[in-house]
C-alpha cells in the first residue's frame, strides 16, 4: 500500500523568503511522485514531477524537489516567495501495481505568503 | 488550445436522485481521469479512462461510474445521491496510454456538486 503525509496544513511565509513544503512517502515498489498546485476555484496544475531519473527535480514557477529515498521525502522548495505562490499545494504518490496506477494525495498544505 | 471543460459548474441535486457529469478533454487526449475533492476526504482518485475503456479505478461504491465516448468525452454518474456525495469533481485529460497521474495530466475547473 502506498500513502502521502504532507507534515504541515499551512504554512505561512513572507514575500521573499524561502519556502518548504514537506512531503512523506510509503511505498512498496519505486513511486512515481508529483506536486500539484490549486489556486482558489482552480483546478490542479502540475508543478513537477520525479520519475526515477534525476533526484533533484526543476518545476515551473522557480520550485523545485528533491528526492530522497533514505528518507523516504520529497520535500517542495522555492528559493524566495511570491505573492501569487500563494495557493493550496498537494503531493502525489502513484505507483504501478498489477497494472494500474492509483494516485494517492496528500491532504494538502495551504502556502500563505504575506507582503 | 483550449483546456479541460467541465460542465455544468455547479449543481444542486436531492439525496436519492442521480447526477451525470460531464468531462470534454484536451483535443488529442485519449485518457480521462476522474477525481472527488472534499475538506473530509481531501482529493480521492475515481477512475481513469482510456480508449472507452477503463483502465484503473480507485476505492469507490458501485453508485459511483463513468464511461468514454469515442471523441474521448467522459461522463461520470453517481446514482441515489447521498448527502456525502457532496463535492467537487474534477476532471482530467493526458496523453498517456495508462495514467493515474505517471503522465502529465491537465485539470478542468471542476463541478461543484451539493446534494440537500
Known amino acids: 500500500a502506498q500513502s502521502v503525509t504532507q507534515l504541515d496544513s499551512h504554512v505561512s511565509v513572507s514575500e521573499g523568503t524561502p519556502v518548504l513544503l514537506r512531503c512523506n512517502y510509503s511505498?512498496?515498489?519505486?513511486?512515481?511522485l508529483f506536486w500539484y498546485v490549486q489556486h482558489p476555484n482552480k483546478g490542479l496544475q502540475l508543478l513537477l514531477k520525479y520519475t526515477s531519473a534525476a533526484t533533484l527535480v526543476k518545476g515551473i514557477n522557480g520550485f523545485e524537489a528533491e528526492f530522497k529515498k533514505s528518507e523516504t521525502s520529497f520535500h517542495l522548495t522555492k528559493p524566495s516567495a511570491h505573492m501569487s505562490d500563494a495557493a493550496e499545494y498537494f503531493c502525489v504518490v502513484s505507483v504501478r501495481t498489477g497494472g494500474s496506477y492509483i494516485p494517492t494525495f496528500g491532504r494538502g498544505t495551504s502556502l500563505i505568503v504575506h507582503p | 488550445k483550449a483546456g479541460v471543460t467541465q460542465t455544468p459548474r455547479y449543481l444542486i441535486k436531492t439525496r436519492g436522485q442521480q447526477v451525470t457529469l460531464s468531462c470534454s478533454p484536451i483535443s488529442g487526449h485519449r485518457s480521462v481521469s476522474w477525481y472527488q475533492q472534499t475538506p473530509g476526504q481531501g482529493l480521492q482518485f475515481l477512475f481513469e479512462?482510456?480508449?472507452?475503456?477503463?483502465?484503473n479505478k480507485g476505492n469507490f461504491p458501485g453508485r459511483f461510474s463513468g464511461r468514454q465516448f469515442s471523441n474521448s468525452r467522459s461522463e461520470m454518474n453517481v446514482s441515489t445521491l447521498e448527502l456525502g456525495d457532496s463535492a467537487l469533481y474534477l476532471c482530467a485529460s493526458s496523453l498517456g496510454v495508462t495514467t493515474g497521474m505517471n503522465t502529465e495530466a491537465f485539470f478542468g475547473q471542476g463541478t461543484r456538486l451539493t446534494v440537500v
Open positions: 511505498s512498496s515498489y519505486s513511486p512515481s
Open positions: 479512462y482510456f480508449s472507452e475503456t477503463q483502465r
